[in-house]
């Protein structure tokens, strides 16, 4: 029988100081080769042009600039349409389409979670079938369905495609059926609250680290959007395709396309730093059941 020691209050199984040091080093020798390719893109950012076409490539910089952060913002005041509106469409859409989706997700997940209706369990396999399919497939179908609606060449064509993400609502769902007590919710009604009531102010909080790791993987989804087939005038369109724009002009410009990679990255990493802790938990719960 396996030794047992406490930690914190908690019975554990005993493990030798070296083999929590192997641990230790495995996981930071993994930690190091996971965030190499962000490292190497910050180092490409920051090289002169002739650095940048060396072969065989450095993975380091040796004489590291910031031309190429200046040559992107002097390729960004050349635009026609003001650069600011590139960005007020990726804020707008990214921002919009995340909430809306959240919201929309969590209402559908608590339903199919914590209310029994006829057809509850169909409707989650066809939810849960739906993530095998990618966007590309259903292009056509949606294109239709926007056309008919009339939100071809708006906002709307961004957005609403966001609110119906299944992969939030699935991870949702399996959240909420791991950690939302049924007591609790039951207790709720009987004290007369509304199965909205109960919904947002018991629910919600219940399953913060879910709802924030949806608000961080579709924030990151529509900020990284480019070009859409669903977009044709300048004005609507999202400032990664304005950067792939101002970009594309040869290798003369190769330096700014690396600096653009390194602002375009900058903002989902913040994100995610801020909600990791939250994100680790619902992947290490959303699979699991009682």
């Known amino acids: 029988m396996a030794r047992l020691r406490t930690r914190k209050h908690k019975v554990v199984l005993s493990r030798s100081a070296g083999g929590d040091a192997g641990i230790t080093v495995v996981l930071v020798l993994l930690g ?64 919009a389409g995340t909430f809306g989706h959240l919201f929309i997700a969590s209402m559908c997940a608590y339903a199919l979670a914590k209310i029994k209706f006829p057809g509850g369990k169909t409707i989650f396999k066809t939810i849960r079938t739906s993530l095998m399919f990618h966007s ?19 906002y709307w064509a961004i957005i609403v495609p966001a609110w119906g993400y299944t992969l939030g609502l699935y991870l ?6 791991t950690n939302v007590s049924d007591a609790v ?43 859409s087939i669903y977009i044709y005038s300048e004005q609507f369109k999202s400032f990664n395709y304005a950067i ?23 903002v989902p990493i913040i994100v995610f730093v801020i909600t990791q802790s939250n994100i680790i938990e619902t992947m290490g719960t959303s699979g699991m059941k009682d």
Do not use: C
């Open 172 to 177: 949702m769902k399996q959240f909420m059926d």
């Open 32 to 95: 190091a080769f996971m965030l190499l390719p962000m490292i190497y893109v910050v180092m490409q950012a920051l090289k002169p042009l002739d650095e940048l076409w060396m072969y065989p490539p450095r993975f380091y910089v040796m004489n590291p600039t910031l031309s190429n952060f200046k040559d992107l913002f002097s390729l960004m005041n050349t635009s026609w349409v003001p650069f600011s509106r590139y960005i007020f469409n990726t804020v707008l859409t990214s921002v």
């Open 244 to 266: 792939g724009q101002i970009t594309a002009g040869g290798i003369q410009r190769q330096g700014a396309s690396a600096a653009a990679t390194v602002l375009m990255m900058l």
């Open 185 to 227: 919710l039951e207790s709720a009604r009987l004290d007369g609250a509304s199965e909205l009531r109960t919904y947002w102010t018991i629910a919600m909080p219940m399953v913060k680290p879910a709802w924030l790791t949806l608000i961080v993987y579709s924030f990151q989804t529509l900020w990284n959007a480019g070009s």
């Open 136 to 154: 590309t497939v259903t292009a056509i179908t949606s294109f239709i369905l926007m056309s008919a609606f009339h939100m071809i060449d708006t």
